[in-house]
């Protein structure tokens, strides 16, 4: 369920003329009071085994702590350490309390930390669920792929029919192989109507898109839908993938969590698992593609509005790491 305050938020802020975009990322990632406190406690944060691109020094967790606490990260000794799963440097870690944390399709530990943050939907207060394109959206402001944390929040402004046309069908943008779903729902829609492989695997344009949120959301912008399967299925692993098809305005097409629509808005996007076989998913993309009024109103649904959860209001998770520590 969404929070109460958040909700009372949004009502007010999408019926506001000339809203500020600004104000409602202010909300969303540092909560009611905007983070004016008093003086501020010192916190010091350590980060272990994360991606390697992962800045520690400027990220969603920084973000969002810092509308609670003095934050300075540290490279050990820690009153937080927030651990993840490239690696086994968090078995040196020196530190007061510690927290888990994943976007991969791995189960989250709830023995041995003190609190474990996931995408899966597990009852525990212990545990705090938080799909990774909440994250990634941050990680896209920060890059400048979107102008704000809350575009995605906002109710998507859709294509005319010009611009729509001037689109291409469809991108499939991957580097990991080894997920035959996927692969064979590319073959089996291609053979029907081309779709472009602008990525590493199966590429079949000659040219390689670049690594970063950046250009990837560029490139599927010049596209009418995008594929947005995950590397595996399995309820609450939710990606950025789907974020990231969003972000750039072209209609995802997705396989992967069971339960996406409790995330999720139905009709913002097409979820193949949802059609008796791959053959009827395939008809009704290309029915979709062939009616630009059905095409419109995929692209005028506000994905993450309306739906049973809402996990955009990340000053939630800094209120629960500080209830705990």
Not at 169 to 182: E, H, T, V
Request: charged share 25%; proline share 7%; aromatic share 14%.
């Amino acid at each position: 369920m969404i929070d109460q305050r958040t909700s009372g938020f949004l009502s007010e802020f999408l019926d506001t003329p000339n809203r500020d975009p600004a104000v409602l990322d202010r909300f969303l990632l540092q909560g009611p009071d905007g983070g004016r406190r008093g003086a501020k406690p010192r916190l010091k944060v350590a980060f272990f085994d994360f991606w390697p691109e992962f800045d520690p020094s400027a990220n969603f967790f920084v973000e969002i702590l810092s509308a609670r606490f003095e934050v300075s990260v540290v490279g050990n000794d820690s009153d937080l350490a927030i651990v993840s799963v490239f690696g086994t440097r968090h078995r040196e870690a020196r530190t007061v309390r510690s927290m888990f944390f994943t976007g991969e399709n791995v189960r989250p530990p709830l023995d041995g930390v003190d609190m474990s943050v996931s995408f899966d939907r597990i009852d525990d207060p212990r545990h705090f669920r938080l799909p990774l394109y909440v994250m990634h959206a941050y990680d896209h402001l920060r890059e400048g792929a979107a102008p704000y944390f809350c575009h995605s929040v906002l109710p998507p402004v859709p294509p005319a029919r010009e611009e729509a046309a001037e689109r291409k069908f469809c991108a499939f943008l991957y580097k990991n192989p080894n997920c035959a779903r996927r692969n064979d729902f590319f073959h089996m829609l291609s053979a029907r109507r081309h779709v472009e492989s602008v990525g590493w695997l199966l590429n079949n344009t000659g040219s390689v898109v670049k690594m970063g949120w950046l250009p990837k959301i560029r490139v599927f912008s010049r596209y009418r839908f995008a594929f947005a399967f995950e590397n595996a299925s399995h309820p609450g692993y939710l990606t950025e993938k789907i974020l990231d098809a969003f972000q750039a305005g072209a209609v995802p097409l997705y396989w992967g969590d069971p339960g996406v629509l409790r995330d999720v808005a139905a009709g913002s996007f097409i979820d193949v698992s949802r059609y008796s076989s791959d053959e009827e998913a395939i008809d009704a993309i290309l029915a979709v593609d062939d009616d630009y009024g059905a095409y419109r109103r995929y692209r005028s649904t506000p994905p993450f509005l309306g739906t049973e959860d809402f996990h955009f209001d990340a000053y939630r998770l800094a209120e629960w790491i500080e209830s705990r520590l």
